[in-house]
Each structure stands twice: as C-alpha cells, then as structure tokens.
C-alpha cells in the first residue's frame, strides 16, 4: 500500500525556517518524481514544486510564489522528500501536502494527508 | 503561467441530477489536464488524467471531455458522496497550476 506521511509542520515566526519531511512507503521511492502542494486554510490548491528522480539528475521545479525561499530534496536510501522552508511569510501558511507523481507522466496520484504551517507572529 | 478559470465557483445539485463543471485554460495544454476531488480535512483524490481518463477505480459516472483551452467534468448522475470540491489542473507547463476550485452541495 502507497504511503506519504508528512511531518515538521508548526508554528513559526514571519522570517524564520522550517523543514518538512515526507515518509514514502509501499512503492518504489527513487523511480518516481514527487511534489509538494499546498492549501491555504478555506483556501484553493497551490502546486509548491517537483523534484525529479537520480536519472533526470535530481532536478527540480518551483511555483514562483516560493523560488529562491523553499528548496525541494529527496533522500532515496531513506525513502524520504523533504521541503526546506526559509524567509517564511504569513501567507505560506497552509497545509502541505507531499505527493507521488505517476512515472512516465507528470501527474500526481497518491497525496499524503499534509501538515500544517502557520505563519505568525 | 497558465491560469485556469474554474466555473462555477459553487453549485448546489440534486441527487440523480447531471452535473458539469468547465476548466478554461489561458493558454493551449493540449490534454495535459487532472480533476481531483477533495473532502473537508482530507487530501485530494485523483478522478481524470489526459482530460478524459478515467482513474483506476473512480465510478464511472465521472467523466472529462476537452483539449487545448477549455475542458469539462461531468457527473452523470449525482450521488450524496459526491459532495465537495473540485479542481481542475494543468500538467502541460511549469510552473504546474490549479483551477480555483468548484464546491459541490447536495
């Protein structure tokens, strides 16, 4: 069975960092791209970013609301993705979710049940 | 970025009623479009890929039409568990984007 299980989310002060974790289990992990997406509490869903596997060498993509503050990265030994999170702002407050992405095609099909970010002073 | 324009934003239905749901890209993405579906508190769920697969498992009263700048979702015949929100997404261009979203009340 395909598990994503998130952690790491918190309170945090407007500036700070934050490092989210996902868990993979069931499937096999290094062959598949993964993303993050989050929601925004009452709010719609925002694509966060993609980390592509080892052999499209690890690369990754960005919403522009987070380039340059938020750094995607996997650890394929311990079948975890991870969401590095500087220069936090209020509205980076959201749920965060991790999601697997469906090899060979560039959409998502199993999503983790998220962790949430607040933002605040 | 490609911007999608969900409509209608909400849309209160009847059971057995038909329901349809458009996704209007700003730009062409081919088939590159998913609708999921997602509950209160609960992460989304997958129902079409390529604008008009139907996901292993999702009942076959769902179904999705359309290519290049405007797609549907269609629900044939609604059933009480079909409540919640809908959103459509495109696949075909980074930065990956959202539809705003459809609530969907029985």
């Known amino acids: 069975e395909v598990q994503l299980v998130e952690s790491g989310g918190g309170l945090v002060q407007p500036g700070g960092s934050l490092r989210l974790s996902c868990a993979a289990s069931?499937?096999?992990?290094?062959?598949?791209?993964m993303d993050w997406v989050r929601q925004a509490p009452g709010k719609g869903l925002e694509w966060v970013g993609r980390?592509?596997?080892?052999?499209?060498?690890?690369?990754?993509e960005y919403a522009a609301s987070v380039k340059g503050r938020f750094t995607i990265s996997r650890d394929d030994s311990k079948n975890s993705l991870s969401l590095q999170m500087n220069s936090l702002k209020t509205e980076d407050t959201a749920v965060y979710y991790c999601?697997?992405?469906?090899?060979?095609?560039?959409?998502?099909?199993?999503w983790g049940q998220g962790t949430l970010i607040t933002v605040s002073s | 970025d490609i911007q999608l324009t969900q409509s209608p934003s909400f849309l209160s239905a009847s059971i057995g009623d038909r329901v349809t749901i458009t996704c209007r890209a700003s730009?062409?993405?081919?088939?590159?479009l998913a609708w999921y579906q997602q509950k209160p508190g609960k992460a989304p769920k997958l129902l079409i890929y390529?604008?008009?697969t139907l996901q292993s498992g999702v009942p076959s009263r769902f179904s999705g039409s359309g290519s290049g700048t405007e797609f549907t979702l269609t629900i044939s015949s609604l059933q009480p568990e079909d409540f919640g929100t809908y959103y459509c997404?495109?696949?075909?261009?980074?930065?990956?984007?959202f539809g705003g979203g459809t609530k969907v009340e029985i």
């Open positions: 997404q495109q696949l075909n261009h980074y930065p990956l984007t």
């Open positions: 730009q062409g993405i081919s088939s590159f």
């Open positions: 390529d604008a008009s």
């Open positions: 069931g499937f096999s992990f290094s062959d598949h791209y």
């Open positions: 980390i592509r596997h080892k052999a499209s060498s690890y690369t990754t």
């Open positions: 999601a697997r992405v469906v090899q060979n095609t560039p959409r998502v099909d199993y």
